[in-house]
Nanobody, 125 residues
Framework: VQLQASGGGLVQAGGSLRLSCAASGRTFTTYTMGWFRQAPGKEREFVATINWSGGRTDYADSVKGRFTISRDNAKNTVYLQMSSLKPEDTAVYYC???????????????????WGQGTQVTVSS
């Protein structure tokens, strides 16, 4: 599957952004989807994951209560709604897909087999 992320930008602390990730292919509903991020000088880290139906989700502790992952299978798109943004949320955000994930969630980079190109999110203080 090919993934195209969009929606990044510059926002003030406390603001909101919604990232989108459009997927190609006819088997989107079989994929577990995820978002990761990589800040300058740091390793890429897990942000959120969602199963095929959207009925199961999980988040990194650092974003729980502020970020919401969702998907629209009719549009082959996964979203990351980010609220109450902090300067430490500044990073390149990547969407990712795990083929055949089904009902399972996935937290590790090695669990995923397709990655988008990343979209920059910058939060100013």
């Amino acid at each position: 599957v090919q993934l195209q992320a969009s929606g990044g930008g510059l926002v003030q602390a406390g603001g909101s952004l919604r990232l989108s990730c459009a997927a190609s292919g006819r088997t989107f509903t079989t994929y577990t989807m995820g978002w990761f991020r990589q800040a300058p000088g740091k390793e890429r880290e897990f942000v959120a994951t969602i199963n095929w139906s959207g009925g199961r989700t999980d988040y990194a502790d650092s974003v729980k209560g502020r970020f919401t992952i969702s998907r629209d299978n009719a549009k082959n798109t996964v979203y990351l709604q980010m609220s109450s943004l902090k300067p430490e949320d500044t990073a390149v955000y990547y969407c990712t897909a795990r083929g055949g994930g089904g009902i399972r969630l996935a937290w590790a980079e090695s669990d995923y087999d397709s990655w988008g190109q990343g979209t920059q999110v910058t939060v100013s203080s």
